[in-house]
């Protein structure tokens, strides 16, 4: 280490340095986002300052919402860039615009409770709703690591409101053909084909990743301390819940 330009750092030295964790400098290794060019004796990774940069740019634009594989052709090659950015200007615009609804409502349900006619509940039922909506995708974060929440985010981009419709009505139906073959070995064809529909289903949310995966277990795992609204909305009957956990036990 002889000056600033021919500073070397190891892993951790360097994410205290940058402010980040030791796990996500390996996650951006493996997807070739920050691949130190120096390495020890011992094969243990080696950053310069001009890693440090390129670190820079990473959580620049992964704050703007910009998903990580589409990070590193944006850096490597600097093309679409700007479209990049342009998109992400439109997805902050529209999460603006809810905010700025969820306000409107506030302050129009705050007149009507100083009013003389006094308050206006249907009011209060949709500032319910904006703030619901607000925190419809905040609750279920603390389960995840942050690189599965980072994966998730960028299944989300592809995840149309046309796309949830149909998996939605995919498991309801699943639900209900659960329910009427619960009287099935669990071991049997038919619930052995309601176990692989099961299966099917949750790879279509986690992609086969083990870390959302365990993020998801997590999450219903702990099901009694959900809020209120995602326990009514997303409740499974406990004997669909034991039935198929039988059927995915089978070997």
Request: glycine share 4%; charged share 30%; net charge neutral.
């Amino acid at each position: 280490m002889n000056d600033e330009s021919t500073k070397l750092y190891k892993v951790r030295e360097f994410a205290k340095l940058a402010g980040v964790t030791v796990r996500a400098l390996h996650h951006y290794d493996r997807l070739g986002l920050l691949t130190p060019g120096r390495r020890t004796g011992s094969s243990y990774r080696l950053y310069s300052e001009r890693d440090l940069a390129r670190l820079e740019e990473i959580v620049v634009l992964k704050f703007l919402g910009i998903p990580l594989k589409e990070i590193r052709p944006l850096l490597d090659q600097q093309s679409g860039l700007a479209e990049a950015l342009r998109r992400q200007q439109r997805v902050l615009r529209e999460k603006r615009q809810q905010l700025e609804q969820a306000m409107t409502t506030i302050a129009a349900a705050e007149r009507s409770v100083r009013s003389d006619t006094g308050p206006d509940w249907s009011l209060f039922r949709h500032v319910i709703q904006e703030i619901e909506m607000q925190n419809e995708t905040e609750w279920s974060k603390k389960y995840y690591s942050p690189e599965a929440r980072e994966k998730i985010e960028e299944r989300r981009a592809q995840w149309t409101p046309e796309l949830q419709e149909e998996v939605t009505r995919q498991w309801n139906a699943l639900f209900a053909d659960i329910e009427a073959s619960l009287h099935e070995d669990p071991a049997s064809p038919t619930a052995q084909a309601l176990a692989a529909r099961w299966r099917e289903l949750l790879a279509g949310f986690t992609g086969g990743d083990t870390e959302i995966q365990q993020g998801l277990n997590k999450m219903w795992s702990d099901q009694h301390n959900w809020p209120s609204p995602q326990r009514e909305r997303y409740a499974i009957k406990p004997e669909i819940q034991q039935f198929i956990m039988k059927a995915m036990g089978v070997k």
